[in-house]
């Protein structure tokens, strides 16, 4: 038996459905424990891309029981299309466990999220406006409507009553929008998904609980990341859930006891997408560079991702944070052709030099990167299956990025292609 957390480590887009899909074929259960379809998880399998959203990265494995956590926040009609997007490509999902504790997106949370980033103009968040932050808002304020509600229309429809009468004023007095139907609603959601969805509906709970008792193996699947926690990151520019490490606890309902390998997930350079502070930011030919051979743009929103180098504080504090066991290191392979590469070992704030996150985000903003510089190695790494397999200067590399971070890296991504990893020892 064993419990595994992947996690991202920098703000997203790192690689963990990848890594997700590589260990579920030791894994029994696969559970996505926050998040919606803002996240946008990519596995390709013998050429084949398999864009995922709401789904666990381990629904390719048929003995896999993927689950969706209490953490997660579902959008019916989304899930559902992706389902049958699956199943076009001869992917069952009928194993698929949703739980009842889960908060569903409403129409109105989605049109709210898009409202809220159009009035905060210059200062929006860049969110995927998919309803993320309004669902959770709505759950914290305890007027959120569940997946269990699909099987009861008489509560659902109660509880969709109370809100829509709040939003629809929301949506007229501040917005000058047309006010939502209920009755249009409720017939989407009760009449054409709840039928559906009735037999995925259940107590992911007990389905954890259940495999942890029969010895099984289990993975907890981050979505997001560390820097988008909306306690850990770098507010006001996060997610509205807790990506850590913890948050999978929660998520899942799991006790911290149980919690084997933390595995960090980190890119060798960073990736951003919207707004928010990054300190190692390039905006010059290195960044497009990075952008064009990393094949930077959202799975999700298509964004191009604002790209950087490396930076060790950050993955420093991701190692406080989720209290990594392991990092696995992605995308090596888009460094290649670069004659020398710069890895943030500290920043500069002022006259202060921090080697751990400052505490007060203004430093941040203001922070300069204290870079080392190391040499490329200009050698295509892509077909690399082994440690001897690559350069001599891309293992220093990591040699450094492990050193620098404290934590051991196990794994080296090399291309997208499931099996494109690169076991690593230290040296
Ligand atoms: P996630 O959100 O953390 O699951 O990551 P995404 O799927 O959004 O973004 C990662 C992208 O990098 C996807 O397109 C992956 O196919 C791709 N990828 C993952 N690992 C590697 C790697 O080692 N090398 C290259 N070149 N691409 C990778
Ligand atoms: P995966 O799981 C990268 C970012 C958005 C925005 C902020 C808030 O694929 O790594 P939200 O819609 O969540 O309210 O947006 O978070 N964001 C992501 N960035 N990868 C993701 O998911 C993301 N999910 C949300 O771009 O800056
Ligand atoms: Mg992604």
């Known amino acids: 038996m064993s419990v595994t957390v ?13 890594l997700t899909d590589l260990l579920a074929r030791e894994m029994d259960v696969v559970v996505r424990y926050q998040g919606g379809h803002n996240a946008g998880h990519t596995i390709v399998v013998d050429g084949r891309r398999f864009a995922l959203q709401l789904l666990p990265s381990g629904i390719l494995y048929e003995h896999v029981t993927p689950v969706i956590g209490n ?23 009928s194993r698929l466990v949703v739980s009842g504790n889960a908060h569903l997106i409403m129409p109105y949370h989605q049109e709210l999220d898009a409202l809220t980033e159009r009035h905060l103009g210059r200062n929006k968040l860049g969110t995927t406006k998919r309803g993320i932050g309004p669902t ?8 959120g409507i569940r997946v269990q509600d699909l099987l009861d229309p008489k509560i659902f429809r109660q509880k969709l009553d109370v809100v829509l ?29 709840a039928p559906r969805l009735a037999p995925m509906i259940g107590d992911s709970v007990g389905v954890v609980h259940d495999a942890l008792e029969g010895d099984r193996n289990v993975l907890l699947e981050g979505a997001q990341a560390t820097f ?13 859930s807790n990506p850590v490490a913890g948050g999978a606890c929660v ?8 919690i084997d390998t933390v595995l960090g997930i980190a890119k060798a350079y960073v990736t951003r997408v919207g707004s928010g502070p990054f300190p190692t930011e390039l905006t010059d030919e290195v960044g497009d560079l990075l952008v064009e051979r990393g094949g930077e743009f959202g799975t999700n929103t298509g964004r191009r991702r604002r790209t950087g180098w490396f930076d060790a504080v950050m993955i420093r504090h991701a190692a406080r944070l989720n209290s990594l066991s392991e990092v696995a290191l992605t995308k090596l392979d888009v460094l290649d052709t670069l004659p020398e590469l710069r890895v943030c070992v500290a920043y500069r704030v002022g006259a202060t030099v921090h080697r751990h996150l400052p505490y007060h985000q203004s430093d941040l903003h203001d922070a300069e990167p204290v870079y080392e510089q190391l040499p490329g190695w200009q050698e295509d790494t892509s077909g690399a299956t082994e440690l001897s397999d690559l350069p001599a200067a891309a293992k220093e590399y990591v040699q450094f990025l492990s050193d620098q971070i404290g934590v051991r890296i196990t794994r080296v991504g090399v291309g997208p292609g499931r099996d494109q990893f690169v076991p690593f020892a230290a040296l």
């Open 6 to 18: 992947v996690v991202g480590t920098q703000w997203g887009d790192e690689g963990k459905g990848k």
């Open 71 to 93: 953490g997660v926040v579902v959008d019916p009609g989304v899930l559902l299309s992706e389902i049958d997007t699956l199943a076009g490509s001869g992917i069952d999902c």
């Open 136 to 143: 959770y808002a709505d759950k914290a304020a305890r007027v």
């Open 165 to 193: 009468k709040e939003k629809n004023l929301i949506l007229a007095k501040v917005y000058n929008r047309l006010p939502l139907s209920a009755d249009d609603i409720a017939a989407r959601y009760l009449d054409e998904f």
């Open 228 to 240: 988008l926690d909306l306690d850990h990151g770098t507010y006001p520019f996060v997610t509205s």
């Open 251 to 258: 998520g899942a309902g799991i006790g911290p006891r149980h």
